[in-house]
């Protein structure tokens, strides 16, 4: 697969899974044995990231993604981004905030067979749990 077409994939993921939270668009991108690490439990498969998806979207139900680099060498695809989100529901057993927040990230994708096989997960947990009320902000 070119870059481009690497590129492609993962932009679709972005565009129409992340940003218009259709979950669905995971049948079409990733492998069914895709593996994430970092960034939250671990995932072992396309359908368990439907599941923690579905759970940032219920905690985060107005979640959008910039692209600010999307950079293809080989098989891997690298995202940066910034996500930003009210807090409107449960996360990982914290109640519902309200707060908004803007969480930096990146994610290393690695690419087989036209689908995302897997990835690394980068992001400013700590400040999106500060940003939520989570953990108190030192100073």
């Not at 995932?43 to 990231?49: K, P, T």
């Not at 529901?89 to 067979?113: D, H, Y």
Request: aromatic residues 8%; without cysteine; proline residues 5%.
């Amino acid at each position: 697969m070119s870059l481009e077409s690497n590129k492609s994939v993962v932009r679709k993921w972005i565009e129409q899974g992340w940003n218009k939270h259709n979950v669905a668009v995971i049948d079409e991108t990733y492998a069914p044995n895709f593996v994430q690490h970092g960034g939250g439990p671990d995932v072992n498969s396309a359908d368990e990231l439907k599941t923690f998806v579905a759970d940032y979207l219920r905690a985060f139900p107005n979640l959008t993604f910039t692209i600010d680099d999307l950079v293809a060498e080989g098989d891997r695809v690298v995202w940066r981004f910034v996500g930003t989100a009210s807090h409107n529901g449960p996360l990982m057993g914290i109640p519902a905030s309200g707060r908004t927040v803007a969480v930096p990230g990146i994610v290393v994708f690695r690419m087989a067979n036209d689908r995302i096989a897997e990835g690394w997960v980068n992001l400013d947990m700590l400040g999106m749990l500060q940003g939520i009320g989570a953990i108190p902000v030192a100073g």
